[in-house]
């Protein structure tokens, strides 16, 4: 077992179907094979606190996705309830229609809205690099990054998003020039995949594939993430 990849890695099950007894299985994963963070819809964050107390694992969550389409008022509203259910790190998705719009503006408030909600708790934006151009790529990480951004996504890993690709984690990575973190996401399957993402500079990993990644062990993964 590799514990210096599981030290990277937000393990995640966010499917709709998730069923109560997968979310445990999920939390023993997590506690067995010493995750750095445990990602799941903000409905069980409450399960998953209970389950996870006195492990080292954080408790994560993501919204917004995959659409990225409500008001950022609602977005904030949805901040605040999953930093009150404990949620110490929360990933979103900002509204694309605005940067594909050139509205750059309202692209970057809609972030600075989930920042200012989150009062500190490290928002990592999912940029969602599989619908941008090249120029909408570096764009969008510099935005973020003024709204806020404690970290910075390539991908929600869901509809089109895209998957992580070296190229891609290093462009965010030159963008951030250690101004924030970088975290890739998006069909990371292998050890040596996820080797290659820290390699390129990726703090950390998001992936739903995290105990096959860190035991060697082949597992069937249902989830896309």
Not at 40 to 68: D, F, H, N, Q
Request: hydrophobic content about 45%; proline content about 3%; charged content about 20%.
């Amino acid at each position: 077992m590799s514990q210096e990849l599981a030290q990277h890695i937000q393990q995640t099950l966010v499917r709709p179907d998730a069923s109560l007894i997968e979310i445990e299985q999920f939390c023993e994963e997590c506690r067995t094979y010493g995750f750095q963070g445990a990602m799941i819809s903000p409905l069980w964050l409450s399960v998953v606190k209970e389950r996870l107390e006195g492990a080292p694992t954080i408790l994560c969550t993501a919204l917004g996705y995959p659409m990225g389409g409500m008001t950022s008022l609602s977005k904030a509203f949805e901040v605040r309830d999953v930093v009150a259910r404990g949620a110490q790190q929360i990933d979103f998705m900002p509204a694309v229609g605005y940067l594909k719009s050139g509205w750059y503006g309202a692209y970057r408030r809609d972030i600075a809205a989930v920042v200012e909600a989150a009062e500190g708790v490290p928002i990592k934006v999912m940029l969602e690099f599989g619908m941008l151009t090249e120029d909408e790529k570096r764009a969008a990480a510099e935005l973020a990054i003024e709204g806020g951004a404690a970290y910075l996504k390539n991908s929600s890993g869901w509809g089109q998003g895209g998957t992580a690709t070296v190229e891609d984690i290093q462009l965010l990575t030159s963008i951030a020039q250690g101004r924030v973190q970088v975290k890739a996401s998006g069909g990371i399957r292998t050890a040596e995949q996820a080797r290659a993402m820290l390699d390129a500079g990726a703090a950390l990993l998001g992936t739903s594939a995290g105990v096959q990644i860190v035991s060697g062990e082949a597992q069937t993964v249902k989830d896309q993430y």
